[in-house]
């Protein structure tokens, strides 16, 4: 198995996305570990369920 590209790191105030390749924070910041957003951005990469996650994740933070 390859390294992961995206992967969640602790922050003060929650979990921020790593880039690994591009070597730098891809998103927002997120209360909660964003798991089911990571498995799809290192796994099939559905855009459509991309942008579906990433919008109940930023509901969640309001």
Same mark, same amino acid.
């Given at each position: 198995? @390859?390294?992961?590209?995206?992967? $969640?790191?602790?922050?003060?105030? @929650?979990?921020? %996305?790593?880039? &690994?390749? $591009?070597?730098?924070?891809? @998103?927002? /910041?997120?209360? /909660?570990?964003? =798991?089911?957003? /990571? =498995?799809?951005? &290192? @796994? $099939?990469? &559905?855009?459509?369920? %991309?942008?579906? /996650? ?9």
């Amino acid at each position: 198995m @390859g390294r992961r590209r995206y992967v $969640a790191r602790g922050v003060p105030g @929650g979990y921020r %996305i790593w880039d &690994n390749k $591009a070597r730098r924070w891809w @998103g927002d /910041l997120y209360e /909660l570990c964003p =798991d089911d957003l /990571l =498995d799809e951005l &290192n @796994g $099939a990469r &559905n855009y459509d369920k %991309i942008t579906v /996650l990433l919008k109940r994740y930023r509901a969640m933070q309001r």
